[in-house]
Every structure is written in C-alpha cells, then in structure tokens.
C-alpha cells in the first residue's frame, strides 16, 4: 500500500500504483485503506468512475469509522457522476466521523457555495478555516477567506504557501495551481488574482494572476509579460481547463457580490 501510494502521487506512475494497490488487497482483502487508495487513483488519474465508487464504497464496507472514503466519495459523486444530493450526504458522513478533518467541511461548503446556498456553505468555511489553520492547511484556508471576503486572513495563508512553493515545495506549487481551477469554479478567479497582487511573493504569481484573470475573462487586467513568465501561465491555464474538463458542472459561477474585504 506504502508503495501505491509513492507510485500515485509523487511518481505520476498510475499503472503501477494500481498493480502495487490490488496486490495489497490480495494479500488482505479486508484491510480498507488500500481499497480508499485505489479509489483515489481510478477517480483522479484513470479516469474509471464507476470502479472508483466501489472501491470508496468497499473500504467503507470494510471500516465504518473511516472518514475519508466518504470524503473521496463526495467529490466523485459531485464532480463526475452528477448525483448532488448522495455527494452531501457523504461529506455530512465523513464530517460526523471526524469533526477535525478540515477537507469535507471544505468540500460540502464548495458545494453548497455553487448551490447559492451561501449562509450555510458561509458557515462551513468558518468552522473549515478554523480546523486548516491549525493544520497549516494553507490552500484550504485561502478558498475559506476568500469566499467569507477576508481579505488579510487570506493573503496571509496565500503568503505561507507562496513561500513554500517559492522555496521548491512541489506539493505547495500544485496547490497553487488547483487554487486557479477551483476559485474559477466559485466565479472568484478575479478577485484573488487581485489579492495576489498585493502580496509579497506577486512577482513570483504573476503566472497566477495572469491564469486567474485569463480564466475569468478580464482581458483588461491581463499584462505583456515576459515569454518565459506566459508560457508559465498558459501552462496553469491548460491545467486548469483540464482539470474542469473532468467535472461534470464545471461551468464557472457569475462573480458573487460581498460586502468590502475585510
């Protein structure tokens, strides 16, 4: 399991992370995480959606106290198979088997944000806020406070992870580049391409923010940067579009009206 899971997601070699993870379940049918795993890679990286809810739905048949099978199952059911109302049910699941797991808490309230359900998803990105700042969950945070309007409690988790990012973190550049797909979803690509700006590493965005404000259509705020720094941001912007691609309502929300950041 230890190995499917390197395989999967630090070696980008998805064929045999499946053979490493069905040889884990070969040798324990009955132990859940490596049937979580293989869930994760069918969803993520194969592309095989019906395989991947029933290995989320096996790992939880196999540990009923295991939040994060849920969870995987919520953003399946939500993002590419269509069916709204059992994705909110798993994130409730995972949410009432671990109350300090900041990602359903995150993911119930995207949802319900892109279902104008706001004064609920509002409340979620309160307690999910909480939780990620604990856990230096910086991307998490983000979303959380630019949802809530935030301003200075975003631009500080935005700072935390520019700066591990600009130090050669790869996992803090991805998150960087998911922030782009997922705030474009939420129709809040502009307003953190402009909060970027402010921050201390905006040299180091600018990719970002020319992706973001490509992706939200404010062709006014694009600027003529160097080749090496375009080609940098069409490269997010091929990603992103990818990665919205894979969603079955990927259409972006219209830019929602909040009061001043705060």
Known sequence: NGLATLLQNHLGRYE???TAYRKAIALD?????PWAGLGTLLQDHLGRYAEAEAAYRQAIALDEEYAAPWNNLGTLLQDQLDRNKEAEGAYRQAIALDKNDPYPLTNLALQLWTQNRLPEAKDLFSQAASLA???QA??????????LNNQQLALQALDALAAQAQQGNAMANFRLREQVWETHQLGLAERLADWMQQSPHALYLQPFVQALYTLSGADTKLQDLPEEVQCASDAVVAAARQQLAKRINHQPLASVCLPPAT
Do not use: G, M, V
């Open 16 to 18: 045999e992370a499946e």
């Open 29 to 33: 049918e009955k132990f859940a995480p």
């Open 133 to 135: 700042n604990k856990q």
């Open 138 to 147: 910086h991307h998490l945070q983000i979303q959380a406070h630019l949802c």
